[in-house]
């Protein structure tokens, strides 16, 4: 007979709720992890609408990230054993008593961090190194920008930047206070959108080499504004419109690229290659403090739901997670 | 007093004439070249309407290459000597007796080869390795999609990408007989636009990793749908439109990159890059006669206007050039 655990289940139009499911199998390349945190992804909000359908194999459980500890290691992995504290990037299952993960997309939880910071990693170093670093190929002392300044991967960015050499970071935000977030974190420039225009602001400041943008719709025409010659735009989610009119005169005289990513999709070695990167550029800073996970708010497993609608409003300020220490 | 020379002169609704103007200076980085032919390119035509007019400290006359000997040597230059037999990408001025150019846009012309061959050349060989190469990174094994494959560029991307050693080379063009022309130069898949869809026939080929275009419209859409997982898509000039309606979801889920970019506008520094690239790449190619220039019809300089009109119509094959041989 399956072992069982428990599992925030989603129906359709109704609320989150704990249930009982299968405990998932570990593969021969895989760990299986008993969890102690969740972090919430906007991605997980889309998943509930039936949006975004988890891969094939994947488990149709919400949440892409999580930390635990090892309670099963697959015959061919060497590299981790029973009882390492962890956290991981998943493809699926976060919100779960027990996930079974690929061992290349693990990264052991330094020293005398918590369960719940090392919850909220995963998911936005892999997005930031994927996107601003491996993608738009940042080089030190170039212009960032940054939307959602003070989103999960915004509040991530900031760090990861600071910590690289970036010459200039910016963001914009929706409220004062997010912008003074964004500055104590490492902003240089934190533009309040609801009264400023970001273009002219960014313009002012010289133009931006990368923009990281989760926004599209209209932002798409303002970034490609906004962008220096040769400037590299990022979009990890179309959260205003994917349906845009562009004139694209100026992406060809100013030799812009437009693109895009998800980290999901990606094939288990693309994702191992990235979690090598951060390991290798970024996770030394983890280590010493000088990248923090941001923590807005931690809920209870039984409270997913209220979790999902603080993340759906957007009041937050980092990451929203999900805990068994609050249970 | 100024010297003088015979340059094609462009006024405004008139047909273009012969006239003399000042010969230019030679500055000190530059080399002064006689000139013995000149290729068109389509930019000259939109540059004769008025809608690209040439960089700051460029000449005003038409024209972006030329091929000649060396008349005048700049006091810092030391790689070139009076009487070299030179080809050129010029930022203006090729439509003319005498251009000055910077020193690192020059490639001596290998021996046995024709003023005119030589002509054909440096843009065409300059903006493939820039896009297809440089800005797209085309690795090798991979597909390549060129549209309006039997242009200048077409003809020269078709060779450069089969010596490089592309997977699978597909062009679209608008007849057979172009069809025919371009499978002769090395096209694996030669698409017919006016008798089969592109995209259809691009996906059956298992999609395309590397898209240059020069269309625009509606071909930027169709091209993100012809292209593979990672693919990137670059544009040269937006023939048929730059302002676009585009859905944008799958540039993100297929994590393409869309660009442009040009060549004119940029520093003297990165036009010697891709000299140097193109020299060291691919002009072995051109001494073996791997790449050879396609020529489609060669006038005298008095009959300026009725080459670019020939352009314009768009019936040939390869390059249009002006030629002193011919005069």
């Given at each position: 007979?399956?072992k069982?655990?428990?599992?925030v289940i989603?129906e359709?139009?109704q609320?989150l709720k704990?249930?009982?499911?299968?405990?998932p199998?570990c593969?021969?390349?895989?760990v299986?992890?008993?969890?102690q945190?969740s972090g919430?992804n906007?991605?997980?909000?889309?998943?509930?609408?039936?949006?975004y359908?988890p891969?094939?194999?994947?488990?149709?459980i919400?949440g892409l990230?999580c930390?635990?500890?090892?309670?099963?290691?697959g015959?061919?992995?060497?590299e981790?054993?029973?009882g390492?504290?962890?956290?991981?990037?998943l493809a699926?299952?976060?919100?779960?008593?027990?996930?079974?993960v690929h061992h290349?997309?693990l990264f052991a939880?330094?020293?005398?961090m918590?369960?719940e910071e090392?919850?909220?990693?995963?998911e936005?170093?892999?997005?930031?190194?994927?996107?601003?670093f491996d993608?738009?190929?940042?080089?030190p002392?170039?212009?960032?920008?940054?939307?959602?300044?003070t989103?999960g991967?915004g509040?991530?960015a900031?760090?990861?930047?600071?910590?690289?050499?970036?010459?200039k970071?910016?963001i914009s935000?929706?409220s004062?206070e997010?912008?003074?977030?964004?500055?104590a974190?490492g902003?240089?420039v934190?533009?309040?959108?609801?009264?400023?225009?970001?273009v002219?602001?960014?313009?002012?400041?010289g133009?931006?080499d990368?923009?990281?943008?989760m926004?599209?719709?209209?932002?798409v025409?303002?970034n490609?504004?906004?962008?220096?010659?040769g400037?590299r735009?990022?979009n990890?989610?179309y959260?205003?419109?994917?349906?845009v009119?562009?004139?694209?005169?100026?992406?060809m005289?100013?030799?812009?690229?437009?693109?895009g990513t998800?980290?999901?999709?990606?094939?288990?070695?693309?994702?191992?290659?990235?979690?090598d990167?951060?390991?290798?550029?970024?996770?030394?800073g983890?280590?010493?403090?000088a990248?923090?996970?941001?923590i807005?708010t931690v809920?209870?497993?039984?409270?997913?739901?209220?979790?999902?609608?603080?993340l759906?409003?957007?009041?937050?300020?980092?990451?929203?997670?999900?805990?068994?220490a609050q249970?």
């Open positions: 007979m399956h069982t655990m428990m599992a989603a359709t139009d609320p704990l249930g009982e499911v299968p405990r199998d593969g021969p390349e895989e299986l992890i008993e969890i945190a919430l906007r991605a997980d909000l889309v998943q509930r609408q039936g949006f359908p891969p094939a194999g994947a488990s149709d919400m990230e930390s635990g500890v090892i309670a099963e290691v015959s061919a992995v060497r981790w054993q029973v390492d504290r962890v956290c991981a990037l699926g299952g976060g919100y779960a008593e027990y996930t079974a290349g997309s939880i330094p020293d005398g918590s369960f090392a919850a909220a990693l995963p936005v170093m892999m997005t930031v190194w994927a996107n601003i993608r738009c190929a940042l080089r002392g170039e212009t960032l920008l940054v939307h959602g300044g989103s991967i509040t991530m900031i760090q990861m930047a600071k910590y690289f050499g970036a010459g970071i910016i935000a929706g004062d997010k912008c003074a977030a964004a500055t974190l902003a240089d934190a533009i309040n959108y609801r009264e400023a225009d970001f002219e602001v960014v313009q002012a400041e133009g931006a990368v923009i990281l943008d926004v599209g719709a209209d932002y025409q303002r490609i504004t906004a962008a220096k010659i400037g735009i990022c990890i989610a959260m205003s419109g994917h349906k009119e562009l004139n694209l005169m100026p992406l005289r100013k030799r812009l690229i437009l693109t998800t980290l999901r999709a990606r094939p288990i070695e693309d994702k191992q290659r990235i979690r990167a951060v390991l290798a550029g970024f996770w030394g983890v280590k010493t403090g990248i923090k996970p941001v807005d809920y209870p497993y039984d409270q997913a739901d209220a979790a999902q609608a603080h759906s409003n957007g009041g937050h300020i980092g990451k929203i997670l999900l805990s068994r249970s």
